[in-house]
C-alpha cells in the first residue's frame, strides 16, 4: 500500500482556505468543512504527518579505523 501523498492534500486544503470555500476536493474525493476553523485544523494536522512521514531516503553512516603496527 502506497504512503499517502501529503503535499496533495495540504495544497487542495490550503487553496480551500485562500479562497474561503469550506468544500475541498482531492484525488476525488469531497469534503465540506464547517467552518474555515476546521480547514485550519485539517491542515495542522496534515501538516504534521508529512514532517511525520518516511522520506523514503535512506543516509548511510562511515566508520573509520586507523591502525598503527606496533
Same mark, same amino acid.
Do not use: C, H, N, W
Given at each position: 500500500?502506497?504512503?499517502? !501523498?501529503?503535499? &496533495?492534500?495540504?495544497? =487542495?486544503?490550503?487553496? *480551500? %482556505?485562500? /479562497? $474561503?470555500?469550506? @468544500? &475541498?476536493? /482531492? !484525488?476525488? !474525493?469531497?469534503?465540506?468543512?464547517? /467552518? @474555515? &476553523?476546521?480547514? =485550519? #485544523?485539517? %491542515?495542522?494536522?496534515?501538516?504534521? #504527518?508529512?514532517?511525520?512521514?518516511?522520506? $523514503?531516503?535512506?543516509?548511510? *553512516?562511515? @566508520? %573509520?579505523? /586507523?591502525?598503527? *603496527? *606496533?
Amino acid at each position: 500500500m502506497p504512503a499517502p !501523498d501529503y503535499a &496533495v492534500e495540504i495544497a =487542495q486544503l490550503e487553496a *480551500g %482556505l485562500a /479562497s $474561503g470555500e469550506v @468544500t &475541498v476536493e /482531492s !484525488d476525488g !474525493d469531497r469534503v465540506t468543512y464547517r /467552518s @474555515t &476553523v476546521e480547514i =485550519q #485544523k485539517a %491542515l495542522a494536522y496534515f501538516t504534521r #504527518k508529512a514532517a511525520a512521514a518516511p522520506t $523514503g531516503r535512506q543516509t548511510m *553512516g562511515t @566508520t %573509520l579505523a /586507523s591502525f598503527q *603496527g *606496533g
